[in-house]
């Protein structure tokens, strides 16, 4: 009895913990900015069907016999019924830290590729691309590999890309296609996307104008909300508060006027819609503060048609604490709102 008992423990412990056997969905390590930024590049890590995790994936899967590194690569379907077929993955540049103003000026490009070979067929073709969408989910461009004829060899594909403007996410996509018979290729193994800083920001000193794309205060959004939003500061250390002498998008002040044109705060503000959140941002944070005091900065909201997630209309979103001169000088933050 007592070992039917034990039997039937850890029959029940082993269905809690592993659900019949199944493999538990795998946790990604932290992203950071210059990292690859896709998840598992190189497909070592497979779920029981042979689907790479991470991947969304048609009529393609995992091949444990063919790889340019490790065990696993991903190859088409060998099916006469299936001519074509695709892999994809994608990640957006808000969720990785990256600067929806960086974007819009250019800051970045990507470089993606990774590794492909082909078979002796001269009908197969596979080739690598990565599409963008706009904070919509709407196209916005495209960029396609360079052809390379392929080979039972694996070739290394690497290119620079520039980012559409108005991009808000990017996918990475790898197509097979053939005209007929079944795959015995193409593979790919180890890819990426880099995000590549090709151009520098401009500096903001003084509390001058400061032309840039930015969404006007008492924007109506997409959903219907319309955003009020100006400048708030706040002397931590004394507690006053900032007068401003240039508002949002560019607030700036200067308590002390003359000090050779360097005003104590000036940065390029901006704000947009993600899904059920209003994300705002502090660019190019200029700074010279009393180094005896402590700078808050930021912004006060008001919204019609929604609330904050504390149910009122208006509030004080914090961007930043300094004293003296900020280390950071660029700075995001969301907030969840409910539709009235």
């Not at 048609?58 to 006469?80: I, P």
Request: hydrophobic share 35%.
């Amino acid at each position: 009895m007592k070992k039917i008992s034990v039997l039937l423990f850890v029959l029940v412990l082993g269905l809690l913990l592993g659900g019949c056997g199944a493999k538990p969905y795998p946790k990604w390590k932290h992203i950071r900015k210059t990292d690859n930024q896709l998840k598992n590049p190189n497909f070592e890590l497979v779920s029981d069907d042979t689907v790479p995790y991470f991947w969304a994936i048609k009529n393609m899967r995992s091949c444990s016999k063919e790889a340019e590194d490790g065990k696993f690569s991903v190859r088409g379907y060998s099916d006469t019924q299936r001519n074509s077929g695709k892999l994809s993955q994608n990640f957006d540049f808000v969720r990785r830290g990256f600067l929806l103003n960086d974007i819009q000026n250019g800051i970045y490009s990507i470089r993606f590729g990774g590794y492909q070979k082909g078979s002796l067929k001269a009908d197969e073709t596979g080739h690598m691309s990565v599409t963008f969408y706009d904070k919509n989910d709407k196209f916005v461009g495209k960029v396609v590999a360079k052809e390379q004829r392929l080979t039972n060899k694996w070739i290394k594909i690497d290119q620079m890309a520039k980012i559409p403007s108005n991009a808000y996410c990017a996918q990475f996509n790898f197509y097979v296609t053939k005209k007929n018979g079944s795959f015995e290729g193409p593979y790919v193994d180890n890819v990426f996307i880099y995000m590549v800083q090709t151009k520098k920001r401009k500096s903001v000193r003084g509390c001058h104008p400061y032309l840039y794309n930015a969404t006007p205060s008492g924007t109506v959004l997409a959903n219907g909300v319309k955003v009020y939003i100006k400048g708030w500061g706040y002397d931590a250390t004394d507690g006053s508060r900032v007068e401003w002498d240039q508002e949002y998008p560019s607030p700036c002040f200067d308590d002390v006027p003359g000090r050779r044109g360097s005003p104590n705060a000036a940065w390029q503000g901006d704000f947009f819609l993600k899904g059920d959140e209003i994300c705002f941002s502090a660019n190019n944070l200029f700074s010279q503060y009393p180094p005896a005091h402590t700078l808050r900065g930021g912004y006060e909201v008001e919204l019609v048609g929604a609330t904050f997630s504390n149910g009122k209309t208006k509030k004080v979103i914090p961007m930043f604490s300094f004293r003296k001169r900020s280390k950071q000088h660029d700075f995001q933050h969301c907030e969840k709102i409910i539709l009235k």
